[in-house]
């Protein structure tokens, strides 16, 4: 779902239904990078034969135009080019897949991305704007960062067409895309009080950081909407790392009154707080709800497999170049907005209904240590 501030124009520039990677990669039960593999054509794939005949199926079922049939009556013709910023791209699989999300639908338009990263070194970033200024192929720029965050944009880029991807500049004059995150928060939080839960854990990111203090907000809006009371005691700030998933998750249910969910702030802390779940006895769903957030390949590959919420940066990538093709190729005059992009919620099997607790955390480790058998009650 795509949303605008609601203090912004959000007429007609939402989305339009459009069938994402998203889609097929859900319906297909395969990752995105698999989709992108397979639909467009990359050789020296491994990906067996009825895989790939299961992603072209899922393509026809959700009506996702599949690449080269939009631009092959265009063949031979000369491609424009849309120069995509960013300030690191290594170091984490999000910003890789916002950009998927860019050249893929720049593609289906007969343009092409290049790619250039600025490590946050000013007079990098400015030798490549320059350089990109000099591209008489390239038609507008998009400026993304790794993490959504706020940013100053460079001078050189007043006199070039720019949509910010993932991050915002004030005073406000671009289109920027960012993650719902508040929204991300609410759905996620909303599930499991909808399963009954009212004692919900929350390992949050770190604390300074845009993305955790909107999924904070999202996790307070739905306790409130629950008629659940916010208690500080229950939300913790972690790192983003399975360590502080598992510290956090042991903290939690080491006491007497323990969660009977555990939401963390993404995929990779989901992971150690089910190592914490484990080592205390604690079996998942059956004793303990977990959910993670950002939908990351190893979700699907966790035991049990992880419930989560897709982070969509492969929509959000696709949106920005939308955006930046909308003002320089189609003519339409779009006033600076704030477009925000919902992920949605994957079920899996980390997540349940609360169980009866006829024994605490603590009974749980006492019962471990009396040595075999399966847990009893203190």
């Not at 390239?138 to 006199?159: A, C, Q």
Request: hydrophobic share 35%; with cysteine; glycine share 8%.
């Amino acid at each position: 779902m795509t949303r605008t501030d609601a203090n912004e124009d959000d007429g007609s520039e939402r989305r339009r239904g459009r069938p994402t990677m998203t889609d097929v990669a859900r319906i297909a039960g395969v990752s995105q990078s698999s989709v992108s593999l397979v639909l467009n054509q990359m050789s020296g794939a491994r990906i067996s034969p009825e895989t790939q005949q299961r992603v072209f199926d899922a393509a026809r079922q959700v009506g996702y135009k599949l690449p080269g049939t939009r631009h092959e009556a265009a063949a031979g013709t000369e491609r424009r080019t849309i120069a995509y910023l960013v300030d690191e791209i290594s170091t984490s699989p999000h910003p890789v897949v916002s950009l998927d999300g860019a050249r893929d639908f720049a593609f289906e338009q007969d343009f092409l991305v290049a790619t250039y990263v600025t490590r946050s070194n000013p007079e990098l970033e400015e030798a490549t704007i320059e350089a990109v200024k000099r591209d008489k192929s390239v038609v507008g720029v998009i400026y993304s960062s790794i993490f959504t965050r706020r940013v100053k944009l460079p001078k050189s880029l007043e006199d070039i067409p720019t949509v910010l991807l993932n991050c915002y500049a004030e005073p406000r004059k671009h289109i920027s895309i960012q993650p719902g995150e508040v929204a991300g928060g609410f759905t996620a939080t909303a599930h499991l009080t909808e399963l009954g839960h009212r004692r919900i854990g929350f390992i949050n990111g770190e604390p300074w950081m845009d993305a955790s203090l909107d999924r904070l907000k999202g996790y307070r809006q739905a306790l409130a909407t629950a008629d659940i009371g916010f208690d500080e005691r229950l939300v913790r700030s972690g790192d983003w790392l399975p360590l502080t998933g598992y510290q956090h998750a042991l903290d939690l249910l080491s006491t007497d009154n323990p969660p009977t969910a555990i939401l963390c702030g993404n995929d990779l802390m989901a992971v150690g707080a089910l190592e914490a779940a484990q080592e205390m006895g604690f079996k998942v769903p059956d004793d303990l709800t977990i959910m993670g957030y950002d939908d990351q390949e190893l979700a699907r590959y966790t035991h049990p497999p992880l419930t989560t919420l897709v982070l969509p940066n492969y929509e959000m990538g696709q949106r920005a170049a939308e955006a930046l093709l909308d003002i320089t190729v189609h003519g339409k005059t779009l006033k600076p907005m704030t477009i925000k992009i919902d992920g949605p919620l994957v079920l899996r099997a980390t997540t349940a209904k609360p169980a009866p607790r006829p024994f605490s955390a603590r009974g749980h480790q006492l019962a471990r240590s009396g040595g075999g058998g399966d847990l009893q009650p203190a």
